[in-house]
């Protein structure tokens, strides 16, 4: 039982039992002989006293009732001695798995419950096979009592099973070829007298998570963890009739994987509520979604620390046995950069791309010291997006042919991480994945320039066009008059003198004028 302040835990709180099983013969002797040298007697009573408080032939709830009763059943002082030892009594019991406790929230009042639910002990058979539990025993009695102790669960075989190949034939009869069941009609009638009479217990977000199931919090699970003086705490304790709300906070919780400590955390913060009480969806998962991007980076950079450290520790020296190189067909040989030129031909060059730790590629592109973003980077594709290294070393050389291509192109993370995510949607997983990938990219590219150049020559004047992205023309082309000199034929003579007789006639006009 965890409890940080035993105020919270006193003899004025009450309590609630409940148990699904009945204890055997077997189970009480495996509570006395094998439970009881590792928790001790007066845990083993406490135990069984809140067994009693269900009758045996029955399974359920016991009746509510003060933690007083507890105490003075037990003879333990109503003192903060007593919660004490209460409380260490029953982590004995919750540490071997006899006893689950867990605190309820009323939704009515602002006090809670102690539930506390008995769990049956192990067979023999399951106790001697968990090993924690058997080296506990063997820690309190010794190692001979411990075998003892299970001779005494067991009894011996027949001898004649014993030292010979025995062939089990199993004859037995399944249900359905003795009883017939009419299928056809459906009572619903009974399915729901039965649903009804079930005892409803409801669990909290805490066990569903253990499960793996996804977490649903309850207003108990916010208010119990939410601060008493926060500037909203009134519109939280609105949540406790507000379903709307309620359901808004576990879409969030879902869909972000957040914990309830994380989720208080959050609607703590200034913005999340407006004037009315009300949650703002947007902000809240807004906020959420920063969150979830803020722990996975957290996640992925211990990863890769732990790695670093694992290898640090690690002083055991590699095994001289190397593995054997994997050969590389023909048909996936990539094109020698001109950093190896003369240094390796094309075969030496791509068993080394294909066998070769990225890390020792790294080291032969750069001349000096490989810098550490570079490091970090593809560190990060190792260890977090679980590429092999030979994928790893594949990008590597298509990375170094588009820089040497592109002399403003920038090596930069997010320039890396696209073209990984593009690779990671594809599925690409192996060498020849990766070969026929970046082939496809090149194929692609070169396509795209051939349009560019082609859109360019038809423009008039030969004059380039400023496009976006599509190769779209943002501004229509305007068509313009063409000289027409030289194309026509000769004028005549008597077009020409007619044409002078009208300029004279033209000219005496504007001397009259005058």
Not at 103 to 121: C, G, H, K, S
Not at 282 to 289: F, G, I, K, S, Y
Request: aromatic share 10%; proline share 4%.
């Amino acid at each position: 039982m965890r409890m940080s302040n035993l105020l919270h835990f006193t003899e004025h709180h009450h309590y609630v039992v409940y148990r699904e099983f009945g204890l055997s013969e077997l189970d009480q002797k495996m509570l006395t002989h094998v439970y009881q040298p590792m928790v001790g007697a007066f845990a083993i009573g406490l135990y069984q006293l809140l067994y009693q408080h269900i009758a045996a032939d029955q399974i359920g709830y016991s009746a509510m009732d003060a933690q007083r009763k507890l105490f003075l059943l037990l003879g333990m002082e109503l003192s903060e001695h007593g919660r004490g030892k209460f409380i260490e009594e029953t982590s004995k019991l919750e540490a071997v798995g006899l006893l689950q406790t867990s605190r309820i929230m009323l939704p009515d009042a602002e006090d809670y419950v102690f539930e506390y639910e008995l769990q049956t002990p192990l067979s023999p058979r399951e106790f001697f096979d968990t090993q924690h539990l058997t080296l506990l025993l063997r820690d309190k009695v010794g190692k001979y009592t411990v075998l003892s102790l299970r001779e005494q669960f067991n009894t011996k075989e027949p001898v004649v099973f014993t030292g010979s190949d025995i062939h089990r034939e199993n004859i037995s009869i399944p249900f359905y070829e003795i009883f017939r069941l009419n299928t056809q009609v459906v009572d619903y009638e009974l399915e729901q007298a039965l649903h009804e009479v079930t005892p409803y217990r409801s669990g909290s977000s805490v066990e569903n998570a253990n499960q793996g199931d996804a977490p649903i919090l309850n207003y108990s699970d916010i208010i119990m963890r939410f601060p008493k003086y926060s500037y909203n705490r009134p519109y939280v304790e609105k949540l406790r009739y507000d379903r709307e709300g309620m359901g808004i906070i576990n879409y969030i919780v879902r869909k972000f994987e957040l914990t309830p400590q994380e989720t208080c955390r959050l609607l703590d913060e200034d913005g999340v509520f407006n004037v009315d009480g009300k949650i703002l969806l947007d902000e809240l998962q807004h906020r959420a979604h920063l969150h979830f991007r803020q722990n996975k980076r957290r996640d992925e950079w211990r990863e890769r620390e732990q790695v670093r450290i694992e290898k640090d520790l690690d002083q055991t020296p590699a095994s001289p046995v190397s593995e054997q190189e994997i050969a590389v067909q023909m048909e996936y040989y990539l094109e020698v950069p001109k950093q190896f030129g003369g240094q390796c031909d094309v075969h030496q060059y791509n068993m080394m791309l294909r066998n070769t730790p990225y890390t020792r590629l790294l080291e032969k592109f750069f001349p000096g010291t490989v810098p550490d973003f570079i490091l970090d980077i593809f560190a990060k594709l190792d260890l977090n997006y679980k590429l092999s290294d030979e994928v790893i070393n594949v990008l590597i050389h298509y990375l170094m042919a588009m820089l040497a291509k592109d002399g403003n192109q920038r090596l930069n993370r997010n320039f890396i991480e696209s073209i990984v995510s593009n690779m990671l949607l594809k599925q690409v997983k192996t060498y020849e994945d990766a070969v026929q990938y970046i082939r496809t990219q090149h194929a692609g590219a070169n396509e795209l320039a051939q349009a560019g150049t082609q859109a360019t020559a038809v423009t008039p004047r030969g004059r380039k066009t400023s496009g976006n992205r599509y190769n779209k023309q943002q501004k229509p082309v305007i068509p313009i008059v063409q000289s027409t000199a030289g194309s026509g034929g000769t004028v005549s003579q008597e077009e020409l003198e007619r044409a002078r007789e009208l300029a004279r006639r033209l000219d005496a006009n504007r001397r009259t004028s005058r």
